[in-house]
DNA sequence: AAGACGAAAGTGGTTGA
DNA sequence: TCAACAACTTTCGTCTT
């Protein structure tokens, strides 16, 4: 479990109860739910076949987080508990059920209307229903972390959103996901980075070659432009052009280059406008890989060909 | 006339004192 | 918390095709 919490945040006690059918944290001193609806994401072993998941998995029924509530509800304690407290502890008991009452179902209300949102971006984005899956998850822990006081819920979900294609290496650029949810890229890569960081979430740098093949097919490329380019960006890493630079640049000038390559020309202007760059990024990429790579020859070559 | 090129100033984020 | 810094953008003038 990423993040644990080891005292109670109403009276301070350190006696927490993990209800693991319930996938809650009771404060047994007062009655707290502390997380709720909590999920055990990483599984505890690999699997191996299908035979073998399906008897190791232990989230059985379909449970899903692009549904506002998983199925499981929560409530402060039950009246069976009651005859044991006193009249003190009573008025605790109501207050802090009263309470629970509200919050859970404000951010149900929420999450309903933040999933609603979700799903349409995603749709709009033609992205992977893994992705949204794991966007939704992001989005409800978020909100259940109050991550999203202070910020627009729109621009929450699109950052959830970018951060689960890049876990899941189908990365969209920020333009992308800007055009999708209508939200400034400058904000949703905010939200992005406040939210990563709040919850501990791991996010590997993106890999330029994630890119190359959607950049590809929308410049009507052919595939062997396409694996050309990415041979290229891996001579490219190998000379360590790529580390501390853009990936969305990186890709949009191994593009570039193998299309002049194959009589593909596409102009500076097309190539930087799929990738979300400007043509003085593409230029400056450009420019290093030909001086380190030494593909001067192979450019003219095709040159003189034409003629 | 359009595309490629590059200089210069500006932006937003990271890092390290 | 602030300043230095790197990557990238914007803008604009010049050269090439």
């Not at 073998?52 to 509530?69: L, N």
């Not at 005859?83 to 207050?95: A, H, N």
Request: net charge positive; proline share 2%; aromatic share 6%.
């Amino acid at each position: 479990m990423a993040h644990m919490v080891k005292k109670c945040s109403e009276c301070g006690g350190m006696n927490l109860f993990l209800n693991r059918e319930k996938g809650e944290v009771i404060c047994r001193d007062c009655g707290l739910v502390i997380e709720e609806k909590m999920v055990e994401f990483e599984r505890e072993w690999r699997e191996f076949d299908g035979d073998e998941a399906e008897a190791k998995r232990r989230t059985g029924a379909p449970m899903t987080y692009t549904q506002f509530d998983q199925g499981l509800g929560t409530e402060v304690g039950q009246k069976a508990d009651l005859y044991r407290l006193g009249e003190r502890d009573k008025s605790k008991f109501f207050r802090l059920r009263k309470w629970q009452y509200r919050i859970s179902t404000a951010i149900e209300r929420n999450l309903k209307l933040a999933l609603g949102e979700l799903k349409r971006v995603s749709s709009y984005l033609k992205l992977p229903k893994s992705v949204e899956e794991e966007a939704a998850r992001i989005y409800t822990l978020a909100v259940q972390r109050g991550l999203v006081r202070g910020r627009s819920m729109e621009s929450v979900v699109a950052g959830a959103l970018y951060a689960a294609c890049r876990r899941h290496e189908v990365p969209r650029t920020l333009d992308e996901l800007g055009e999708a949810s209508s939200i400034e890229k400058k904000e949703i890569g905010r939200t992005y980075r406040f939210v990563t960081r709040e919850l501990g979430l791991t996010i590997l740098p993106s890999n330029p070659a994630d890119y190359i093949a959607r950049f590809a097919s929308s410049l009507k490329l052919s595939p062997e432009t396409q694996s050309s380019a990415v041979e290229i960006l891996e001579r490219a890493q190998k000379a360590e052009l790529t580390s501390g630079r853009g990936p969305t640049g990186i890709a949009a000038a191994s593009l570039y280059v193998s299309a002049l390559m194959h009589g593909e020309k596409k102009t500076q202007r097309e190539v930087a406008e799929i990738a979300g760059v400007t043509e003085v990024t593409i230029r400056n990429r450009y420019k290093e890989l030909l001086e380190e790579l030494e593909l001067e020859k192979e450019i003219k070559k095709v040159k003189k060909k034409k003629k």
